[in-house]
């Protein structure tokens, strides 16, 4: 017995010191017969089998035109994002043109099935299919990404998701920011699109300007007969200037699955200057007469979301079928849709659902400060005969700060039964016992600043791991100090460079470039 336990142990110290490899891409080259490609580091990699992907090469961008998905089928892999040749983030690039005989766009990166696959620091842009195609029981974990101008080439009928299509396994993102994606598919989602048995859970990240035929920034259809439901739960994240042409100019919920109950949580979310020309300018929620929806919103904040923007101008937050007492045609529906929460603000919103939650208040925008900084609707594209508001978007991850004497704050609740209220704002601000409504809080300084000429402003901010950097032209040496003075990071940076800090350890840090000395905290 001895002899067998000893072997036993043996045999798994052995088998865990063999269980994780890292490999690093060293080429731009894609192709799987050359040695670093991230082609041949992926086809290399075994099923099953933890691997780290790092990155060390010359130039931040690789090219995949993706008229076929990259295969990740069973594989472990985490990409850690950063090129250790010179701390920039890497870019993985589509081909925007490509599309087949209907139009539809076709440039796609990964299939991901039954696979356990870890995003850190990575931009993926420019591709018209769906990068992310993630199916069966995979496991997928997007930290500090960056999706951009991913944009099915079809108007109508084209790729259900911008960014990612998903019909099985959890989805977990954090501090991820969407911008300008788009899928045109009938289940929705500018850039998610998920029905069947998937769990999705987003955190401190932002959704902005998206667009898709229903759900601007996320689509989901729960389909009859399948026997499952979705799991979502969102919090602290930004939806702003997202659009549609059908339902949900940012979110698009519906349900026609008999047997289960679709539950979907809402948390200290920001909704603002989404758009749409049917019903619900932010969300729409629909449950089939003979479906479940119960909806959870707790601390969200609404404002200057329009429903047919182009024509009536129309402010409309949320729009629920059924809340009980619609009538189509001459026939009554049941109340299918049931909605809980607490403390929500809205400027908008249809009666029988402003009267399901506690603690509701409507914003009066004639009278009440909302936002630090009231503009006009991007998607107004500048034309004085359109009257569309919508917040100023600070910040690197893109977020609508709140006036810090408006009624967004400590208009929130710290508790609520079955939720987890967020300690932490969106940009990792502590929260305090009574929180403001929405995805941040106000707070003094959110980057910090510093004068080093007339005229001239450098700007340096943490955002968790990953430090931003604008205010100077050109290309200037960032060194960062710890406050020992200890030289602990130097890279060369242009403005608006984001420069990961994951190396270093929790503190406070002095940051100088383009002249300027900045005290910042990770």
């Not at 977990?172 to 009938?186: M, Q, V």
């Not at 020309?277 to 089939?288: E, Y």
Request: with cysteine; aromatic share 8%; net charge negative.
């Amino acid at each position: 017995m001895k002899k067998s336990t000893f072997s036993l142990l043996a045999l798994a110290l052995f088998a865990g010191s063999m269980s994780a490899a890292t490999v690093e891409v060293t080429t731009t080259a894609m192709d799987p017969a050359v040695e670093g490609s991230l082609l041949k580091v992926l086809a290399d990699a075994p099923a099953g089998e933890a691997t780290t992907i790092e990155f060390n090469f010359d130039g931040n961008t690789l090219e995949y035109p993706g008229a076929e998905a990259i295969s990740l089928t069973g594989k472990n892999l985490t990409f850690e994002g950063i090129n250790k040749k010179n701390n920039e983030m890497v870019i993985l690039k589509g081909d925007p043109t490509m599309q087949n005989e209907k139009g539809i766009g076709t440039s796609t990166l990964f299939g991901l099935t039954d696979a356990i696959v870890n995003f850190n620091n990575l931009t993926v842009r420019d591709y018209s299919g769906i990068p992310l195609k993630i199916t069966g029981k995979s496991e997928i974990t997007i930290t500090n990404c960056k999706f951009i101008e991913n944009r099915d080439l079809a108007v109508t009928g084209g790729n259900n998701g911008g960014v990612m299509r998903v019909s099985g396994g959890k989805v977990t993102i954090d501090k991820t920011l969407f911008e300008r994606n788009r899928g045109t598919g009938s289940y929705g989602g500018g850039a998610i699109s998920l029905y069947d048995n998937v769990t999705l859970n987003v955190t401190n990240s932002s959704f902005i300007a998206n667009e898709a035929y229903s759900g601007g920034a996320i689509g989901c259809n729960v389909r009859k007969g399948k026997n499952v439901v979705p799991t979502i739960n969102l919090t602290n994240c930004t939806f702003a200037n997202n659009i549609t042409v059908d339902r949900g100019g940012a979110l698009y919920f519906q349900t026609a699955q008999e047997d289960m109950v679709f539950s979907p949580v809402i948390v200290n979310c920001t909704f603002v200057g989404n758009m749409n020309d049917k019903d619900g300018g932010a969300i729409l929620f629909w449950s089939r007469a003979t479906t479940t929806m119960k909806a959870t919103l707790v601390n969200n904040l609404f404002a200057y979301n329009y429903t047919n923007p182009f024509m009536e101008s129309a402010m409309n937050d949320v729009k629920a079928f059924y809340l009980g007492g619609e009538v189509v045609g001459e026939v009554a529906q049941p109340h299918t849709v049931f909605i809980e929460g607490s403390n929500n603000l809205y400027v908008a919103s249809v009666g029988e659902f402003f009267g399901e939650t506690k603690n509701a208040k409507v914003i009066d925008l004639a009278n009440d400060k909302v936002f630090e900084t009231v503009i006009q609707n991007p998607n107004d594209e500048g034309d004085p005969s359109y009257d569309h508001k919508s917040s100023e978007l600070t910040s690197n991850v893109r977020i609508a700060m709140i006036d810090k004497a408006g009624v967004a704050v400590a208009a929130g609740t710290s508790t609520f039964a079955g939720v987890t209220i967020p300690t932490t704002d969106q940009l990792g601000n502590a929260r305090p016992a009574t929180p403001s409504v929405g995805a941040v809080e106000y707070s003094e300084g959110g980057s910090v600043d510093g004068v080093v000429a007339e005229g001239t402003q450098v700007k340096v901010w943490a955002n968790g791991a990953m430090l931003n950097v604008s205010g100077f032209e050109g290309t200037e040496m960032l060194e960062i100090f710890n406050l020992n003075g200890a030289l602990v990071k130097k890279a060369n940076v242009e403005a608006g460079a984001t420069v990961s800090m994951s190396e270093l350890a929790t503190g406070v840090y002095v940051a100088k470039v383009a002249g300027a000395a900045i005290k910042v905290v990770k």
